[in-house]
């Protein structure tokens, strides 16, 4: 089966400093690719839809000069946390999906703790 | 957007058919019925998917009622590896897939 990849799985960083999360689809061209953040004990969240060499279309209350997205190519979207906080300590998870498909494959996600 | 309603949580005992019940009384005629799930620290994972016919897969079956408003997800065998959070969602294409709260499945050994 189609395989998305996340890097890193997790980090840790500083108050004010920047992080950036990458995410790759393996084995196929996501023409589309999504990415959700996902607090504890609650459900995913969708913050954006990017599609290749497009600018990612943001859902309503997420800062898009925060949170960073460039989907440069058909296999890889990064998602970047600028000036991360405490309260963006989260679940990062990232989604593909492929031309007549009809469903997301999920990377593993990345877990984002601010200090 | 067309919601769904599961129950919080359900239990099955190891290696007994499970039953996931999800009412959407709102679909359309063009959603499709998704189901993900999701282990603990995990990215969420396909399962299933149908607009109107019953399907079937590897991993699971997927009955859609004859009016579609509501559906249930068959684990014909559950296994302890099957526990996760269970997630319904109603879909017209292939975006912005909208996550409701899901069941919590516990499996008892």
């Known amino acids: 089966g189609a395989v998305v990849s996340q890097h890193p799985s997790w980090v840790i960083c500083k108050s004010g400093t920047s992080v950036k999360i990458e995410c790759r689809s393996l084995?196929?061209?996501?023409?589309?690719m999504f990415w959700y953040r996902q607090f504890p004990k609650q459900s995913l969240m969708l913050m954006a839809t990017?599609?290749?060499?497009?600018?990612?279309?943001?859902e309503q209350g997420v800062e898009k000069d925060k949170f960073l997205i460039n989907h440069a190519s058909l296999t890889l979207s990064t998602l970047t946390v600028t000036s991360a906080h405490p309260e963006d300590s989260s679940f990062y998870i990232c989604?593909?999906?492929?031309?007549?498909?009809?469903?997301?494959?999920f990377g593993p996600g990345t877990r984002l703790t601010v200090t | 957007d067309a919601k769904t309603t599961q129950p919080n949580s359900m239990e099955s005992n190891e290696e007994e058919p499970v039953h996931l019940p999800c009412n959407h009384s709102?679909?359309?005629?063009?959603?499709?019925i998704h189901w993900y799930r999701q282990l603990p620290s995990q990215g969420p994972e396909y399962v299933i998917h149908?607009?109107?016919?019953?399907v079937n897969n590897r991993m699971a079956s997927l009955a859609i009622a004859e009016d579609r408003k509501s559906s249930t997800l068959i684990l014909h065998r559950a296994t302890l590896r099957d526990a996760a959070v269970y997630y319904c969602?109603?879909?017209?294409?292939?975006?912005?897939?909208?996550w409701g709260a899901g069941t919590k499945l516990i499996i008892k050994p």
């Open positions: 989604s593909a999906s492929a031309a007549g498909v009809l469903w997301q494959y």
């Open positions: 084995d196929f061209q996501a023409t589309t």
């Open positions: 990017s599609n290749e060499g497009s600018k990612a279309t943001y």
């Open positions: 709102t679909i359309s005629g063009t959603d499709y």
């Open positions: 149908g607009l109107t016919s019953n």
């Open positions: 969602i109603l879909n017209p294409s292939n975006y912005q897939l909208i």
